[in-house]
Nanobody, 116 residues
Framework: QVQLVESGGGLVQPGGSLRLSCAAS????????MGWYRQAPEKERELVAS??????NYADSVKGRFTISRDNVKNSVFLQMNGLKPEDTAVYYC???????????WGSGTLVTVSS
């Protein structure tokens, strides 16, 4: 069983920065991808960024502003968000995917609000 706990969300003004953290516990493989998704009100959940042992991937809307990183010793993944915009407002969810079983795991989410 895998558990994910996000932290770091909050209220920030446009142009500001936040750093999200996700701590994973359980049977974690460093070769399995982890990522961040977000869901804005009345919108579908969308991929923000993902990271595996060989590559990172970003949504076009966040390229150049967000950076995903991972600490395999601490089983953690981070999302540095700079140049935040009101349209970045959403609940951000951490995801871990076991590529052998195909099973995905989700955290409970952390709210990011970008507003003046």
């Amino acid at each position: 069983q895998v558990q994910l706990v996000e932290s770091g969300g909050g209220l920030v003004q446009p142009g500001g920065s936040l750093r999200l953290s996700c701590a994973a516990s359980g049977s974690i493989g460093s070769f399995n991808p982890m990522g961040w998704y977000r869901q804005a009100p009345e919108k579908e959940r969308e991929l923000v960024a993902s990271i595996s042992s060989v590559t990172t991937n970003y949504a076009d809307s966040v390229k150049g502003r967000f950076t995903i990183s991972r600490d395999n010793v601490k089983n953690s993944v981070f999302l540095q968000m700079n140049g935040l915009k009101p349209e970045d407002t959403a609940v951000y969810y951490c995801n871990y995917r076991d590529i052998v079983s195909g099973r995905g795991y989700w955290g409970s989410g952390t709210l990011v609000t970008v507003s003046s």
